[in-house]
Nanobody, 120 residues
Framework: VQLVESGGGLVQAGGSLRLSCAASGRTFSSYGMGWFRQAPGKEREFVATISWSGGNTYYADSVKGRFTISRDNAKNTAYLQMNSLKPEDAAVYYC??????????????WGQGTQVTVSS
């Protein structure tokens, strides 16, 4: 499956961004999706995941209450709404499919990433 992220950019601390992840190549609605991020010099870390139906979600503690993961299976697209952004949220954000997990190795496919920069 091919995944293409979009929606990254530069935002001031306290601002919002919505990332999108468009999928193609297999039945999108059959698989869970996840968002991960990687800041310079740091390991890739889990952000959020959503089940195939959208009925279950799970977040990293660092983003809980600020970020919302969702999906539109009719559009083969997953989203990550990010509010109250902090400088420490700056990273390249990746979407992944094939799992409902906070562990990266459980996912099958990854997008190329989209940069999020947060100015203080």
């Amino acid at each position: 499956v091919q995944l293409v992220e979009s929606g990254g950019g530069l935002v001031q601390a306290g601002g919002s961004l919505r990332l999108s992840c468009a999928a193609s190549g297999r039945t999108f609605s059959s698989y869970g999706m996840g968002w991960f991020r990687q800041a310079p010099g740091k390991e890739r870390e889990f952000v959020a995941t959503i089940s195939w139906s959208g009925g279950n979600t799970y977040y990293a503690d660092s983003v809980k209450g600020r970020f919302t993961i969702s999906r539109d299976n009719a559009k083969n697209t997953a989203y990550l709404q990010m509010n109250s952004l902090k400088p420490e949220d700056a990273a390249v954000y990746y979407c992944a499919d094939g799992g409902y997990s906070d562990r990266a190795f459980e996912y099958d496919d990854w997008g190329q990433g989209t940069q999020v920069t947060v100015s203080s």
